[in-house]
């Protein structure tokens, strides 16, 4: 009887503690967390470390948005420009055991300016204003299997207003583009201004691109760490809404490029 009540016990813990971060990624603040566990003493449900940083605790509900992309089933492929053979599609070609599921963005070859957009545009302007004091954060991870100063290109990630352009100027996010000072190196934007992160993006799993918005700043971050300052006023953001998730691959000459997404964590303080 005892083995079973302390089992039970531990079951208990462990359904308690579940739903607390986003699937072991985005925002870990969210309900908090587990701490570590005392060495062989399992009493509460260990997860594994968020790449964004915490949203006070204390400062909720959320609404809460996780996609590994099994399906694409929630995501509206849409255009940039005219392209010829774009495309946003479900692919087994980047996969592997830590990265299950994946989105292919194609941009085609219609030439420079033009390509794929797609995301979570079926629910518009879920962020109600990008100026708005709302607290939320959202975190993804990508593949561009050729950087832009090899083949030219363009690649953003973020939530846009209007995301059939290139580059956005009614997004808060980050740009990826061989027309940048700097072509291999990720850069945060928001509206009209850019900031070169000075981190370089890679030809594999090691972009995660992060934005946590902590009600008075806009914060950016590329592998768990913040870039491009300290932070920027959430009234220096475009006063528009915006979409919660898009990502876009762009051509900038007669050659197609392409862009892998692993997963989104999408996280929104609300009020019920």
């Known amino acids: 009887m005892k083995t079973i009540t302390v089992l039970f016990a531990l079951a208990l813990s462990c359904v308690c503690a579940l739903g607390q971060g986003i699937g072991g990624y985005g925002v870990p603040g969210v309900g908090g967390i587990a701490a ?13 470390k968020g790449f964004a940083p915490v949203i006070a605790q204390s400062s909720g509900p959320f609404s809460v948005y996780f996609n590994d992309f099994y399906s694409a089933a929630d995501n509206v492929a849409n255009s940039v420009g005219s ?9 087994n070609a980047g996969i592997d055991a830590n990265h299950p599921g994946n989105l292919l963005l194609t941009s085609g070859t219609g030439g420079t300016g033009t390509g794929a957009d797609c995301g979570l545009q079926s629910v518009s302007a879920v962020i109600n204003n990008l100026q708005s004091t ?9 593949k561009v299997p050729v950087l832009p100063g090899t083949t030219v290109g363009a690649y953003q990630f973020g939530m846009p207003g209007s995301p059939n352009a290139n580059p956005w100027t009614t997004a808060i996010g980050f740009n990826l583009s061989s027309a940048n000072g700097v072509a291999n190196d990720w850069y945060c934007r928001y509206g009209s201004t850019q900031t070169d992160t000075t981190v370089a ?11 946590v918005n902590d009600g008075t700043n806009v914060h950016w971050y590329v592998n768990g760490t913040q870039v491009c300052g300290t932070g920027v006023a959430v009234t220096s953001m475009p006063n528009t809404g915006a979409y919660p998730d898009t990502w876009a691959s762009v051509a900038m000459s007669g050659s197609s490029v ?15």
């Open 201 to 211: 993006a890679s030809t594999g799993w090691t972009n995660r691109l992060a934005m």
């Open 36 to 48: 570590t566990n005392v060495a062989n003493v399992f009493t509460a449900l260990q997860m594994a």
């Open 258 to 272: 392409q862009m892998y997404v692993d997963y989104v964590a999408f996280v929104r303080q609300v009020t019920r």
């Open 83 to 91: 392209p010829t053979g774009n495309s946003c599609v479900l692919s």
């Open 134 to 142: 709302t607290l939320w954060g959202i975190e993804t991870e990508v």
